[in-house]
Structure formats: structure tokens, C-alpha cells
């Protein structure tokens, strides 16, 4: 990578964290889509400064021609986009050779879910797994909590220990680009949570009796960031999923968001609420869930309507 580039991709990450509040995971990937098309445009003798159109089209076909996803594709044209727009910002460009090009869109196919019954084995594996009566404890909360109330992986461990204090029936969870929101708690998750808490105060009052500083976070970690990491996280699940009996190959963290939200909205739930617990800030990235609802709709005519006809 050119030193011009460097330049442009770390001064534009700054900018990022600085006035956008945008959070790390976000700009870690931002950079690494910026760095694979600073590569691409040097093998291309082309860079950030010349770039137009035509070059950032190309880079699109070359993309799809790796057989990258249409998520892929389209997180990387807004990421040169963005780029671009503050380059122009900033003057270094006299246009965004970006804004008029058109996105791959995104993949609107919703990941395999659980049902109701898959979920409650995984729950309940979580609970008896572990060395010790700590680990069962953390390992249960976890999974309730990430289930009770749909929060991304990184949300979930990154949770402060005074959003948990109290005995809440909600809790504050802060999400993308530093966005608060309230996500309210199942009795089992309350349980779990409190369980879990006399365990962690009575670990962090022996971490203090040693003159060290006690973790403000709800699930500690020995690591540089002070708390579990998500691919920790992403291992244990995949531990549960196992002695659980089910693939873990087919159960991401995700797969358990997707079921949080899938079973609500076959519950009942409203789409907007459904919106407001997940954090996201457009509905037509709620709406994807909206398939379970076939079915049920299609019953509700059938055997409703007024005018429906039967037999």
C-alpha cells in the first residue's frame, strides 16, 4: 500500500472515532475494505487521489467475479463512498466519484433460525457447562441474555456490570455508532442474571482484596480489552451447540439473534418493536423476518375473511 493511501485510510478512521463515534468492530472493517481496494488500484497503477467511476465500477465486477456476497459488495461501495465523501470534505477530492453509482443491494435470505425446542436444549446445555459451579453460572447467563433480548455478540460482552446492577426488568445496551437503547428482560434471564452477578462480586471483591482493580464489565476477561472477546464467545457457543446435540456448524451467535426476533414476531410482536429491540436503525432490515408470517397470515384469511370460501 502507497504511503498516500495509508494516509487517506487512517486520517479518514480517525475522523470516524472522533466525530461519528463509530465503533471499533465498524472501523475495523472499513479498514480492511479500504485496504483490499487500495490494493486492487495499485495493481491497477491507479490510486485514491485519480480514481473516478469507471475504476471504482470495476472494482465492483472484480469483487463479484471473487464470488463475494452482495453484503460483501455493498459494505465495501459505502465504505469508498464514505471515503470519498470526506475526501471531498476535507478537499482532497473535487467530487465523490462514488455517489451516483448504483449498490449490488443486500441479500434479503434470512439465515437457518432454532425453534423453540433447539433453543431450550442450548439453554439448558449452558447451564451444566463448565469446570465449576462460576463457569456454569457465567456460561448460563450468557446465553439467556443474548436470547432474552436479541443483543449482537458484541453488545453482550461488552456490557458495563452497572447496567445489570439493581435487579433490572431492562437494561441499557449501547449498539452501533455508540446508539443507546432499552432491551427488556425474560424471568429466566433475570435469574440468571442475578445468579450470576453474586458469583462476579464475590470474584472482584477477591480481585480488590489484592490491590488490583475490580472489571467494570459484566463478563471479565484476562485480555488487553478487560472483558470475554467475541471470538471467546463464539467458541463456547459452539461448545454448548455440541454437547447440546445439534450442528454446530449451523448456530452462530447471529443464528441466536435471528431466533430472538423470529420467535417474537410469531409471537405477535410488533414489527417497529421488533426494530427498536434489535437496534436497527431501518425498518427494511427488520422486515427480512417477516417470512414466518406467511403461513399465519395466509391462515388468518383463509379461515377469517368474511368473503373467504370454503372447501
Known amino acids: 500500500m502507497s504511503s498516500e493511501h495509508k494516509r487517506w485510510i487512517s486520517t479518514f478512521l480517525e475522523a470516524q472515532a472522533a466525530e461519528l463515534d463509530a465503533a471499533h468492530n465498524t472501523r475495523l472493517a472499513y479498514g480492511r475494505d479500504l485496504m483490499d481496494f487500495s490494493a486492487w ?5 491507479g490510486s485514491f487521489a485519480s480514481a473516478g467511476r469507471t475504476e471504482i465500477e470495476a472494482y465492483l465486477i472484480y469483487c463479484e467475479a471473487q464470488g463475494l ?28 466519484p462514488g455517489l451516483r453509482i448504483k449498490g449490488p443491494g443486500r441479500s434479503a435470505k434470512l439465515p437457518k433460525t432454532l425453534d423453540l425446542a433447539e433453543v431450550e436444549a442450548i439453554l439448558q446445555t449452558a447451564r451444566e457447562t463448565g469446570s465449576n459451579d462460576a463457569e456454569r453460572a457465567r456460561n448460563g447467563c450468557l446465553l439467556e441474555l443474548i436470547y432474552a433480548t436479541g443483543m449482537r455478540v458484541s453488545e453482550l460482552v461488552e456490557l458495563p456490570v452497572a447496567a445489570a446492577r439493581g435487579g433490572p426488568a431492562m437494561i441499557l445496551v449501547r449498539g452501533k455508532g455508540g446508539k443507546e437503547r432499552m432491551v427488556p428482560l425474560s424471568p429466566p434471564a433475570k435469574t440468571a442474571l442475578a445468579d450470576w452477578l453474586v458469583i462476579h462480586d464475590a470474584a472482584e471483591e477477591a480481585v480488590q482484596a489484592k490491590g488490583k482493580k475490580p472489571s467494570r464489565f459484566l463478563f471479565p476477561g484476562r485480555g488487553a480489552a478487560g472483558h470475554m472477546t467475541r471470538q ?4 463456547l457457543l459452539k461448545s ?15 443464528t441466536l439473534r435471528h431466533a430472538f426476533a423470529t420467535h417474537l414476531l410469531a409471537g405477535g410482536a410488533d414489527l417497529r418493536v421488533i426494530q427498536t429491540l434489535l437496534g436497527h436503525a431501518d425498518l427494511s432490515s427488520t422486515e427480512i423476518y417477516t417470512h414466518v408470517l406467511d403461513e399465519h397470515l395466509k391462515s388468518l384469511v383463509l379461515n377469517h375473511h368474511p368473503l373467504a370460501r370454503k372447501g
Open 41 to 45: 488500484l495499485v495493481r491497477q497503477n
Open 232 to 235: 471467546q464467545f463464539s467458541v
Open 69 to 96: 456476497s452482495k453484503s460483501t459488495r455493498a459494505r465495501r461501495l459505502s465504505a469508498i463512498r464514505q471515503l470519498y465523501r470526506f475526501a471531498f470534505d476535507e478537499g482532497w477530492r473535487s467530487e465523490n
Open 240 to 254: 454448548i451447540v455440541a454437547k447440546a446435540g445439534l450442528n454446530p456448524a449451523m448456530v452462530t451467535p447471529h
